[in-house]
């Protein structure tokens, strides 16, 4: 939790967020056991820094051993197939040794490190330096392990951001994860590191140019007011504009809390009484999006869009239906 840019609630400026005792390796082998019982058929695996928690081996080889129905459309059709779920490990890359790569090759295990810069990464986590991240990046395609670049993007690291994503795809990353900054957590305190509409879209165009010279592809991790970006543009780099938390995934926190997404400061149950979602009202307002903000009431692009991070939002502006901190520095629209 030492990154200037972490979400993470624990750290946020004046507290306020519970703290309990972390289940133990035995507690979340149940939880995956429940989940993919239940079709939950993608788990990562993240932090704060996931390599720190005593037994994760052990977490990680229970949920490869685990089957799960996975349905996809081929060819036009639904097709069902029980395997086991698919696997992703999200590190800072400091606790990343050959061990650990040579575990994640053989358990079939993404991983993913984080590279928030190369002249500023100190700057930005405390800790590391880019030598020992692109290192890694290096031995992870020596044993044939395929690794994704994550870079959150501040206005400290935008300046460098070809330099940084082109160092990583050089020494061997094959994906990009990209994020713009939203504040939350420790990153409360660095609320001038927010992008403006300006920035996030030379953050994009900068990365289409270095997906393309590069021969790879990427994704940006966290939504987009639709007002702001045209996703259209970008062959190479996903981007979008729907909020996926209580919808296309969710977050079991390290007590075993469920919550909407990783940004969220809110617990809604704990993970033995998941099927009480159903009925939680916060949980509802993000499955039935109740929560667009009222500046974008009547807008014609609102059935494609959120209106950017609702957890973001909800972080800075105190509800889910606050404006998106991008559009709050703008006053909304391409301008």
């Known amino acids: 939790h030492r990154c200037g840019f972490c979400s993470c609630p624990w750290f946020a400026p004046g507290g306020g967020y519970a703290t309990r005792d972390e289940m133990s390796a035995a507690e979340w082998c149940a939880t995956i056991d429940r989940l993919t019982r239940m079709g939950v058929c993608n788990l990562a695996f993240t932090g704060g820094e996931a390599l720190l928690k005593e037994g994760l081996f052990d977490i990680i080889r229970h949920a490869a051993s685990c089957t799960v129905e996975h349905i996809e459309t081929r060819d036009g059709v639904l097709a069902a197939e029980f395997r086991a779920p698919n696997l992703y490990l999200l590190s800072n890359g400091t606790a990343v040794t050959p061990a650990v790569l040579k575990f994640c090759r053989d358990q079939r295990v993404q991983l993913s490190m984080s590279l928030p810069g190369l002249a500023t990464l100190r700057e930005h ?5 880019p030598d020992q991240i692109l290192e890694n990046f290096r031995a992870a395609k020596a044993l044939g392990l395929r690794t994704v670049a994550s870079i959150t993007v501040t206005k400290r690291n935008l300046p460098e951001l070809y330099q940084t994503i082109a160092a990583a795809f050089l020494a061997g990353a094959q994906q990009l994860l990209l994020n713009r900054f939203l504040p939350g957590g420790r990153g409360l305190e660095h609320r001038d590191w ?3 509409a300006r920035e996030v879209r030379q953050m994009l165009d900068t990365a289409e140019e270095a997906l393309t010279d590069a021969g790879r592809f990427g994704s940006v991790g966290t939504e987009l007011p639709r007002c702001i970006v045209e996703p259209g543009k970008y062959k190479r780099l996903t981007v979008g504009t729907r909020c996926s938390a209580a919808q296309g995934f969710f977050v079991v926190g390290p007590a075993g809390y469920v919550r909407v997404c990783n940004h969220s400061p809110v617990d809604l149950v704990h993970v033995s009484d998941i099927e009480l979602l159903k009925q939680n009202p916060y949980w509802k307002r993000f499955t039935q ?11 014609a692009q609102a059935v494609d869009c959120d209106g950017g991070c609702r957890e973001a939002s909800h972080v800075v502006g105190g509800a889910v239906d606050s404006p998106d901190p991008l559009l709050v520095q703008c006053g909304g629209g391409l301008g």
């Open 194 to 196: 927010v992008l403006d």
């Open 125 to 129: 986590t405390g800790i590391g330096a």
């Open 289 to 299: 999006r109740d929560y667009l903000p009222k500046q974008c009431g009547g807008c």
